[in-house]
């Protein structure tokens, strides 16, 4: 819905795309509480806005996953 395409990049990072264009990354990694997320976005100085309004969406939408941990 946001437009995000994710893809495993090794056993514990997903890479977020964007129109063809690397935006961020996901670390999944275990902890007590259940799954931890790690979400960074790849600043870029021509980050256009659809990409940042793209990007807080779907992290949005991470944290909302039930038993995972956002860190």
């Known amino acids: ?42 600043d870029s100085p021509d980050r256009s806005d659809a990409v940042e309004e793209s990007w807080g969406w779907f992290c949005g939408r991470v944290r909302e996953i039930p038993d995972s941990v956002t860190v």
């Open 1 to 42: 819905a946001c437009g995000i395409t994710l893809a495993m990049a090794g056993d514990s990072v997903v890479v977020a795309y964007f129109n063809g264009e690397i935006i961020g990354q996901i670390g999944l990694g275990s902890g007590r509480s259940g799954v931890e997320l790690a979400l960074g976005a790849l």
